[in-house]
Every structure is written in structure tokens, then in C-alpha cells.
């Protein structure tokens, strides 16, 4: 089992940038795949960015590709969410997940095991 811990979110006008954090404890993080999902209000929780467990590959929706870039240090035991370019419609709260399925980066929910308590990033226009 992994326990996850999101930070970093917060108020930031369109067109700015925002880095999340999520560090995880419990049993050895390199042996998960990773995501970050967001959940605005009244639309489904969805997927926004995926990493391989070693961190060479990673996998993005068009909503946020060239903006958004998701990286690990397995060292730190810490995943990262690098947000440029925010518009208002990435307002939501982020929640990192965990993954032990080879398909992760469908970005299917129910294929991530673990989940943080989330993270709220506004942005204002």
C-alpha cells in the first residue's frame, strides 16, 4: 500500500504557472506507475497526465499536452505536475493516483489503486 500527499495548488491568473506535488510513503513508490487526474465542479473526475514507473515515458490528453509535463524522482519519492499557460478551465481540484496495471496510461480510473485527498487549483481570468 502507498499513502499519497498532494501539494503546491492554489490561486493563479490565466496565463500563469503552477507546480503540484505529491509525496508518497509506504511501500516502495518505484514499483508504481503514476497519474494525475482532476476533478472540476460538476463535470467527472478525468485524466490528465500518466508516467511510466522509471519515468521515461508519459502520456497526456490533448486538453493539456504542451503545457502540462508530469515527471518522478524515485529518490524522493515524489511526483510532479508542472502547469504553464493556466486557463480558467483548469480550475479543479488535482489528485495524484497510483497504478500497478501495464495499461495505466489509458487513464483509466479504475485501473489506479491509490488515490491523494486532492489539491484545488484556481484560475482566475
Given amino acids: 500500500q502507498v499513502q499519497l500527499v498532494e501539494s503546491g495548488g492554489g490561486l493563479v491568473q490565466a496565463g500563469g504557472s503552477l507546480r ?8 516502495t513508490f518505484s514499483v508504481y506507475a503514476m497519474g494525475w487526474f482532476r476533478h472540476a465542479p460538476g463535470k467527472e ?9 522509471g519515468g521515461a515515458n ?9 503545457r502540462f509535463t508530469i515527471s518522478r524522482d524515485n529518490a524522493k519519492n515524489t511526483l510532479y505536475l508542472e502547469m504553464n499557460s493556466l486557463k480558467p478551465e483548469d480550475t479543479a481540484i488535482y489528485y495524484c493516483a497510483a497504478s500497478k496495471s501495464y495499461t495505466y496510461y489509458t487513464g483509466t480510473l479504475s485501473l489506479y ?4 485527498q486532492g489539491t ?3 484560475v482566475s481570468s
Avoid at 473526475?45 to 514507473?53: E, G, N, P, Q
Avoid at 508519459?58 to 504542451?66: A, F, H, N, Q
Fill in 20 to 27: 503540484l506535488s505529491c509525496a508518497a510513503s509506504g511501500r
Fill in 45 to 53: 473526475r478525468v485524466f490528465v497526465a500518466a508516467i511510466d514507473w
Fill in 58 to 66: 508519459t502520456y497526456y490528453p490533448d486538453s493539456v499536452k504542451g
Fill in 113 to 116: 489503486n491509490y488515490w491523494g
Fill in 120 to 122: 484545488q487549483v484556481t
